[in-house]
């Protein structure tokens, strides 16, 4: 199998990926309860530094947007040196990594920040549940549920906190030995709530218009971009996903303004999880990519269900320079040999993607035919 066009290298800025096989940024739970990343996590990310890009797991840049367990922070100085890490681990293999920045908004639950309100774009709670923090005489394994609670609309001071800790968290990202940060803008988080009309009731200047909708996000880009060159920086989006209770009444036009954004801001490359295979979400009726595509001119990564020939046939057709995977890096370390050769794929254990230690995260083999 050739898969000609997933093995080009592809220049980011004044990096040069080897291939063109993202490792799409995977919440696996391993840093400590004091969201410190481990030796173990320098280890996973080291046994996938052959692709052409990690993306690390979601990265909480402030304590009040952290809502899940053992999940890594860009915070503190503990929480950077923990990094240092895993980049020095990737680096030394190899490879390189960005840093996927984070604020949970409205998806936190009073749990994990001391009693207190979530913060959201608007007073909308989440459908469905999430993973709470674990009870005292907790076993290691499944976590309890807890229903979304209402959030608190953020004032004024709130959002300059939030984009104030992007900024902070770029800066640390660099400290720490990234190559990058990918601001988190998909998937129901904050900034996501902020974009669209179904999370966004705001009747002030962050709300309404797509110009204001997306004026938490330019002020974000501002803080990074102050911090990291925009070269490397990247955007990652989720214009058609409806999980979570997401919805916007246009989001062709609101990807539009967003790709115009990140253009204005010169940035590496925007991450669009659409679904154009298979699996993770509802297929998009209406895709968004070329829309994005046309006025974007930095790299653009598509995400979402990807094998290695339907990620060849999606670049090779001009569509995307890059395919990220999420699910198949999970339980196949060599997932840029096995492509490469056609071998077949492992499946991963999910009672372990979000708790354990090495089990189910660092003991997949490499393929032995
Ligand atoms: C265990 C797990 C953890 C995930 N964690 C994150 C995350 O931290 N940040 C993020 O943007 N997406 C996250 N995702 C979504 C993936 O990056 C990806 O978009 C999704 O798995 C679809 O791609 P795939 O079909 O290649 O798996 C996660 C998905 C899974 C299965």
């Given at each position: 199998m050739a898969l000609d066009a997933l093995f080009q290298p592809l220049r980011l800025g004044d990096l040069t990926l080897p291939n063109r096989v993202v490792m799409a940024p995977l919440?696996?739970?391993?840093?400590?309860?004091?969201n410190v990343p481990t030796a173990l996590m320098a280890g996973y990310y080291a046994q996938r530094a052959d692709c052409g890009l990690i993306v690390s797991e979601a990265t909480a840049v402030h304590p009040l947007g952290m809502g899940w367990y053992r999940v890594p922070g860009l915070w503190n100085a503990e929480q950077v040196a923990g990094w240092a890490g895993v980049t020095g681990a990737v680096h030394a293999a190899g490879g390189r990594i960005f840093a996927q920045i984070w604020h949970m908004g409205r998806l936190v639950l009073p749990d994990y920040i001391g009693g207190a309100q979530p913060l959201g774009a608007s007073a909308i709670a989440s459908e469905g549940e999430t993973f709470a923090p674990p009870p005292p005489?907790?076993?290691?394994?499944f976590l309890p549920m807890k229903p979304y609670v209402v959030p608190r609309a953020m004032e004024q001071a709130d959002i300059d906190t939030v984009v104030k800790a992007f900024g902070a968290a770029a800066r640390n990202a660099l400290l720490a030995g990234f190559d990058g940060v990918e601001v988190?803008?998909?998937?129901?988080?904050i900034i996501d709530q902020f974009l669209k009309s179904a999370t966004n009731h705001r009747t002030?200047?962050?709300?309404?218009?797509i110009a204001n909708r997306t004026r938490l996000l330019r002020e974000i880009f501002a803080a990074v971009t102050a911090e990291v060159d925009p070269a490397k920086v990247g955007l990652r989006i989720s214009p058609t996903s409806a999980r979570k209770g997401m919805g916007d009444e246009d989001p062709g036009a609101l990807s539009e303004a967003v790709a115009a954004l990140a253009q204005e801001f010169g940035l590496g490359y925007i991450h669009l999880i659409e679904?154009?295979?298979?699996?993770?979400?509802?297929?998009?009726?209406?895709?968004v990519i070329e829309r994005v595509r046309s006025l974007f001119k930095g790299v653009l990564i598509q995400n979402g269900g990807f094998d290695g020939p339907t990620a060849d046939a999606c670049i090779a057709a001009g569509k995307a320079d890059a395919v990220s995977f999420g699910r198949p890096y999970m339980a196949n370390p060599d997932l840029v040999a096995r492509m490469q050769v056609g071998l077949p794929m492992a499946a991963p254990d999910f009672d372990y993607a979000y708790v354990g230690e090495g089990r189910g995260y660092t003991d997949y083999p490499r393929f032995a035919g």
């Open positions: 919440t696996r739970s391993r840093a400590t309860p004091a005489d907790y076993d290691g394994g988190h803008g998909a998937n129901g988080y002030d200047g962050y709300g309404g218009s679904p154009v295979a298979a699996g993770f979400m509802d297929m998009a009726e209406d895709p």
